[in-house]
């Protein structure tokens, strides 16, 4: 991936992002919906994984046929809320090797805290694809990459469902070697960090919580 910001805008991407905006769009439905986003969004954030090709017998003849090269990717869940990206990713990529981290906002420094830390080994051998579905202030994103960073994560890309434009800049500044793949890229945060027109707390929309 060369570009720092993608912006999916297939129109089955588009029109169910609209539908999960929709403040009527009930927990069940916008979670269904997260699932089948989440899986074209992966097809989208996997364009141009490496290849490589074994020889494979057909009923017919033998070829050489092309299959993924390397280790086995790392899907990396920024908790909660990355875990509804997860799930629909997963079927797509059954064999992605999964870590997750928790944060919370430290109510003095405003600065994330971990609290939650576990990632699959070898990272700097594997794609790491981080997912949280809101890319807002972009804080606890920069921080959960300079984690990965620090464990060992080289070749890494962040995937979420809405971005603001102050979060893109954010993570620009801070990682510029990791793309970000998004569905729309939102007007702006208001004063309490939420995204604008957005589609509210995407946590609590997918579990039902306030
Ligand atoms: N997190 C959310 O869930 N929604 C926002 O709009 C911003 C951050």
Redesign the pocket.
């Known amino acids: 991936m060369t570009e720092h910001l993608t912006i999916v805008t297939h129109p089955l991407v588009q029109h169910k992002l609209t539908l999960m905006r929709q403040k009527e769009t009930s927990t069940a439905v916008f979670r269904q919906l997260l699932r089948e986003i989440s899986q074209l969004l992966a097809y989208e954030v996997t364009r141009g994984l490496p290849m490589t090709s074994r020889v494979i017998e057909t009923p017919l003849m033998e070829m050489e046929a092309p299959v993924l090269a390397g280790r086995k990717l790392a899907l990396i869940s920024i908790l909660r809320?990355g875990n509804g990206l997860l799930d629909g990713m997963l079927e797509l990529i059954p064999s992605a090797r999964v870590g997750f981290i928790g944060l919370y906002r430290d109510e003095e420094t405003l600065q994330p805290v971990k609290y939650y830390f576990k990632v699959p080994d070898q990272l700097g051998q594997r794609l790491s694809i981080v997912v949280d579905?809101?890319l807002?202030t972009g804080n606890s994103s920069v921080a959960a990459i300079s984690m990965l960073k620090e464990a060992g994560a080289r070749d890494l890309r962040f995937l979420c469902l809405?971005a603001a434009p102050e979060g893109v800049a954010r993570m620009r500044e801070a990682h510029p070697d990791v793309p970000v793949v998004t569905a729309a890229l939102d007007e702006r945060?208001n004063e309490k960090?939420?995204?604008l027109p957005?589609?509210?707390?995407?946590?609590?929309r997918m579990f039902g919580t306030k």
């Open positions: 809320a579905p809101m807002a809405l945060l960090g939420y995204i957005g589609l509210g707390d995407a946590g609590d």
